[in-house]
């Protein structure tokens, strides 16, 4: 063959500085587009031999080999593919009549922002030119008598196709590294860049750095003697998720985390996606660990097209509620190349986003249905998760609301139902939640002396989370432990004692009402069961809300104003302290120890309702001090 030159025939000048330019923030996109070609390389000729077109050596060893020579400055792509002849590449490579790029240009031409990129439109061979000067294609054709050919372009529109010299069928893509690949003349970098792409590829990809092939091929053993070590390959050909989910065990399930995740905590349990029709989609969804942080953590869902990894945490593809686990899913239906727009108004990836919460909720059952003791276990790391997801999903929702566990006051996990059911003669259709066990210990007590139990619910998605319950579940209520006293604590006052217990409650109120300087305060008389009770503080539910509400967007600078507080401070008629104050309030030389006894009671209360201020502390210290002085 006569050497040819001409045109790159592109429709538009040049493409090279829009690729360039544009696929700027994915520079390394270029080992998966090199890597993709050769393996479908070698993929088209074993189907041709499948199909007696061409005979293959039965001992064929098909691979991809990259190869980086720090001396001539290059980066070797070598297949042993189907290979090109001069009128593939004439075809293929010179006429860029190539839609994929075509379709580059006329869609971000004008868009200024390259983050819409997913960074993977089909430029394919192209790509090359992000990081080479130069590129060369090195090719023998598995047909008969083929000619080798060497084609050349230096990143222009210019191209030279002549006779080559490659003498094994397969192709070499050479890229001489140019200033804008500078970053790519680093073994660890390209390795890693392998590593992120082709972890799972099909064939097998191996790293070689020129003139160091030596001394990483011995190795001494533990006789001492020298021995060659096979190379070995940077990917897994078979990754798990491929196999059949009855032929994998605990172990390699475990295996494939630690190794695709460098996790090395445990997962609690795992989901194998494993699906045909009406799209084929296989994966492996794994439940990290993840406690009370779950704002900090960041899950980590690799999506793969075929095997060759296509992008991390594709929220259009993956519910964004399931971006807290870690997985692979492989879906070999949904183009390589696409832009999140598409992504976003496509009903297929839809479907697939269904698909995969579906399958996450039929786990979660089964696994509560068949192993509740493992569901309780993990409840703690997976409930921020199947929350969100419920506040996220509807479907989702519906079908996780009856696995949704309460750890109670008295240490047992229940379903709402349960609780509801249980506690239904002592307060019917209300469920009683602590959000603080510490703080809130006052009143668990009493709960625990009233044989009444409470749920604990001290996330932070809790409170959003019961807020949703309540609307989906209309007569159902939640009610903070310090909401109320309910009737179950209380004596009932005798009717011939009304009055006079109507005067004490007066008396009270404004007795703290001036003591406290407070003069909305509400103070209530109530005979408790337990005389060691002196007195609590109770704050309406909805009111509470409210203040947190207004803590919160008071925080984020948007604020609503000082909520008026509607806490009622409820004496207990039975207990000594209150007793006391009740008795002796009127008495002149007793006016100085009511005062004393009415403030620390009052700091007693709010101590078990919520921190007291810096100020209320300090008093309640000095108070405190002055006390036991008084009983030396
Ligand atoms: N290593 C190779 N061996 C044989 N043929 C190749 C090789 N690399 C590229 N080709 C040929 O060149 C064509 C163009 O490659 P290019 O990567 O630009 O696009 P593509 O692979 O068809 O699609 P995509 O843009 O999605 O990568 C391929 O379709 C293939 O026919």
Not at 511 to 529: G, M, N, P, R, T
Request: proline fraction near 3%.
């Amino acid at each position: 063959m006569s050497i040819e030159k001409g045109s790159l025939s592109i429709h538009s000048e040049n493409i090279f500085p829009i690729i360039k330019k544009w696929l700027y923030s994915d520079h390394d996109i270029f080992v998966r587009e090199l890597i993709s070609n050769g393996s479908d390389a070698i993929t088209k000729l074993r189907k041709l031999a499948t199909m007696g077109e061409v005979e293959l050596p039965s001992d064929e060893a098909y691979k991809i080999v990259v190869r980086y020579d720090e001396k001539a400055d290059t980066l070797t792509f070598t297949d042993n593919g189907i290979g090109l002849t001069a009128e593939e590449v004439k075809k293929y490579i010179n006429q860029i009549a190539f839609s994929g790029a075509e379709d580059f240009l006329n869609t971000y031409k004008d868009k200024a922002d390259s983050e819409q990129i997913i960074g993977h439109f089909g430029l394919g061979f192209y790509s090359a030119f992000m990081v080479a000067g130069q590129v060369e294609i090195k090719s023998l054709s598995y047909k008969q008598d083929a000619t080798p050919i060497h084609w050349t372009c230096d990143g222009g529109t210019e191209f030279k196709l002549e006779d080559g010299d490659r003498s094994e069928r397969g192709t070499d893509i050479i890229l001489h590294l140019g200033e804008d690949g500078k970053e790519f003349k680093n073994a660890y970098k390209i390795k890693s860049t392998i590593e992120k792409y082709c972890s799972f590829m099909p064939y097998e990809i191996y790293f070689e750095e020129v003139g160091k092939e030596e001394e990483k091929t011995t190795e001494t053993d533990k006789d001492s003697e020298d021995k060659v070590v096979e190379p070995k390959p940077l990917n897994e050909i078979s990754p798990l998720y491929l196999k059949q989910p009855s032929e994998c065990t605990d172990e390699e399930y475990k295996a494939f985390y630690r190794d695709t995740f460098m996790d090395f905590k445990e997962p609690l349990f795992w989901i194998h996606l494993n699906m045909d029709y009406p799209f084929n989609l296989k994966g492996i969804l794994y439940f990290p660990k993840l406690g009370n942080e779950f704002e900090n953590i960041e899950g980590q869902i690799k999506l793969y097209n075929s095997q060759v990894f296509v992008a991390q945490n594709i929220k259009e593809v993956i519910p964004e509620f399931l971006l807290l686990l870690k997985g692979v899913i492989d879906c070999p239906d949904l183009p390589l190349n696409v832009s999140r727009s598409f992504l976003q108004n496509d009903g297929f990836v839809k479907k697939i986003s269904d698909y995969i919460s579906k399958k996450v909720a039929d786990r979660l059952k089964s696994l509560h249905k068949s192993d509740k003791a493992s569901y309780e276990k993990f409840w703690g790391d997976i409930h921020p998760f199947i929350k969100f997801g419920g506040l996220r999903d509807e479907k989702f929702y519906d079908k996780v609301k009856d696995i949704i566990l309460y750890k109670t006051t008295t240490g047992d996990y229940v379903v709402l139902s349960d609780y509801l059911e249980r506690n239904k003669d002592k307060h019917e259709n209300k469920v009683y939640y602590v959000t603080d066990p510490v703080q809130q210990a006052q009143y668990i007590k009493m709960f625990k002396d009233h044989d009444m139990e409470a749920v604990i619910l001290e996330h932070s998605i809790d409170q959003a989370f019961i807020s949703h319950i309540e609307a989906k579940t209309s007569d159902v209520k939640f009610a903070r432990i310090d909401a109320d006293l309910t009737d179950v604590m209380k004596e009932e006052i005798h009717e011939d004692d009304q009055d006079a217990h109507n005067a004490s409650a007066e008396q009270l109120q404004k007795l703290f009402a001036e003591v406290l300087s407070k003069e909305d305060i509400k103070v209530q008389l109530e005979s408790l069961k337990s005389e060691d009770i002196s007195a609590v503080i109770v704050l309406a539910e909805e009111s509470r809300r409210m203040q947190d509400m207004s803590k919160m967007y008071g925080f984020m600078g948007m604020g609503l104003g000082d909520m008026p507080s509607d806490e009622t401070l409820i004496l207990n008629k039975k207990n000594k302290i209150v007793d006391f104050i009740l008795t002796h309030q009127a008495e002149a030389d007793k006016k100085e120890d009511v005062k004393l006894f009415c403030e620390h009671l009052y700091d007693l209360a709010l101590m078990s309702h919520k921190p007291l201020d810096a100020e209320a502390m300090t008093k309640f210290i000095q108070r405190s001090q002055s006390l036991l002085t008084r009983m030396i």
